[in-house]
């Protein structure tokens, strides 16, 4: 039995997308190739945005972690490896609000400035959210804005391999548990996102975001817990 | 399919709470608890509940999407003790529930209602600040409405397992098994107060001897992440 080295609980928006395969492939060691989501609600996805508002992440003891709250948003690309095809999750790039996440456990995390506003208006079955997120650092930052009708989420649970794109020896394995909102799929037809502007000026991802990408689903997740255990 | 010991799981909710705790006259709680149960409080010395519930999702004891699968609704519970038994229990005097599927509701103490509620949250770095503004329409002129506002400090992970029955038939039980998050926005009873501005009104004629000008709230407790398992026994 794999013994957890923590556990986070926070809320996320999940922005997938679909950026210039050739830039991401060069950023992959040898011999990962990219796997971009095949079929369902994310079909075709090669590039994941993920902004969370970590709410509580506490240590294998269960106490506050010093990443304990954070607001972060997160790049990660879906792979294979090109030999024995197991699926790993490489993590590219972390903004991070919290100075004791930078540069992280995988060393790809940045400090930047952080502000959000959300504001969730319901009434009986109907609830409407509008986030504004905005991370930003000396050299440029990120911005996610939309606006989406909730509808009624799907629990789902699932394991990752994730590993640091600047060294994937540097691997954890993640289990999720989380309600999953898709408010926007290009690919499902699911139009309940509005007003939705994503701005990513961090010089690095530069060739990612060149106007050529575009938004194929953004997840709503209003719940999530994870289990982060060591690799064996 | 879970289960806690031999009983199985009978449904399942995520969701974001608000309690109110207060202290009103315990002899017009009595009044409304079934024999023998007796008016017990809570740690901080509350005598009366107030639960705003957002539910994201509510699962049924298969894990599929429950007939009020989202919806949100009010809870008014007396902290109850059997004086035969020692049994403690949340003992439910009504819900106030927005989705038609939830009348009469596992308790039968559910009444429909036209619940809002807004909540915005800015954060400025790591501690955002949140206000809420619940209203729960009973009829006309009949509501109860909350305003909060607060800035959120450091969460705390806080499983729990309680027992809940119905003022209606004390024989229902539910067991609760929960694992939340929870932020102590007001406790009198140790000095903890975060509150920026607060303002109740309950208006609804069923529970007018209990907010009768007499009651004093005593916590507020902001639960952001919160999720359960409820189990018969």
């Known amino acids: 039995m794999v013994a957890s080295l923590n556990v986070t609980r926070d809320t996320k928006v999940q922005v997938r997308l679909h950026a210039s395969l050739p830039a991401l492939q060069r950023r992959l060691p040898h011999p990962w190739i990219v796997a971009s989501s095949a079929q369902g609600p994310h079909a075709g996805a090669n590039l994941i945005a993920v902004f969370s508002e970590v709410l509580l992440r506490q240590d294998a003891g269960g106490r506050p972690a010093p990443n304990a709250v954070d607001l972060s948003a997160t790049f990660l690309i879906p ?14 790039r972390a903004l991070t609000a919290n100075p004791d996440a930078a540069p992280g456990w995988f060393r790809v995390a940045t400090l930047v400035s952080a502000w959000r506003a959300r504001t969730m208006t319901g009434e009986d079955q109907h609830t409407m959210v509008t986030d504004e997120i905005l991370l930003h650092a000396a050299d440029g930052g990120v911005e996610l804005r939309l606006e989406y009708d909730a509808g009624v989420p799907v629990r789902t649970q699932w394991s990752t391999t994730v590993r640091s794109i600047v060294n994937p020896g540097l691997a954890r394995i993640y289990r999720s548990d989380a309600l999953v909102d898709v408010v926007y799929s290009a690919p499902a037809g699911v139009a309940r996102a509005r007003d939705v502007r994503l701005n990513v000026a961090v010089p690095p991802l530069r060739d990612l975001f060149d106007g050529t990408e575009r938004v194929v689903s953004i997840a709503a997740v209003p719940w999530f817990f994870r289990e982060e255990l060591a690799l064996d | ?9 009978l449904d399942s909710t995520i969701a ?3 309690l109110l705790g207060f202290q009103v006259r315990p002899e017009v709680l009595q009044s409304r608890l079934p024999a ?4 017990g409080s809570t740690p901080a010395g509350a005598n009366l509940v107030v639960i705003f519930n957002e539910v994201f999702l509510n699962q049924d004891a298969g894990g599929a999407p429950a007939p009020d699968a989202t919806t949100r609704y009010l809870g008014v519970v007396v902290p109850g003790r059997h004086p035969d038994t020692r049994e403690e229990a949340s003992i439910n005097l009504r819900i106030f529930a927005a989705h038609p599927q939830a009348i009469p509701g596992k308790y039968r103490t559910s009444l429909p209602a036209v619940v809002r509620r807004e909540q915005r949250l800015v954060s400025e770095g790591l501690a955002p600040t949140v206000e809420e503004h619940c209203t729960v329409r009973v009829s006309e002129g009949e509501e109860i409405d909350l305003r909060l506002r607060y800035t959120r400090g450091a969460v705390t992970h806080v499983p729990t397992r309680s027992r809940g029955r119905s003022s209606a038939d004390p024989a229902v039980l539910r067991v609760y098994h929960v694992d939340q998050l929870a932020y102590t926005v007001r406790d009198a009873s140790k000095g903890v107060d975060h509150v920026l501005d607060f303002a109740f009104r309950a208006t609804v004629a069923e529970l007018s001897d209990l907010f009768d000008g007499a009651e004093r709230l005593v916590t507020i407790v902001a639960s952001p992440w919160y999720s359960r398992r409820v189990y018969s026994e």
């Open chain 1, 79 to 92: 792979t294979v490896h090109a030999e024995t095809q197991d699926p790993a999750t490489f993590i590219l």
């Open chain 2, 36 to 39: 023998p149960w007796r008016v």
């Open chain 2, 1 to 9: 399919m879970a289960t806690s010991g031999s009983a199985p799981v």
């Open chain 2, 16 to 18: 974001e709470r608000i």
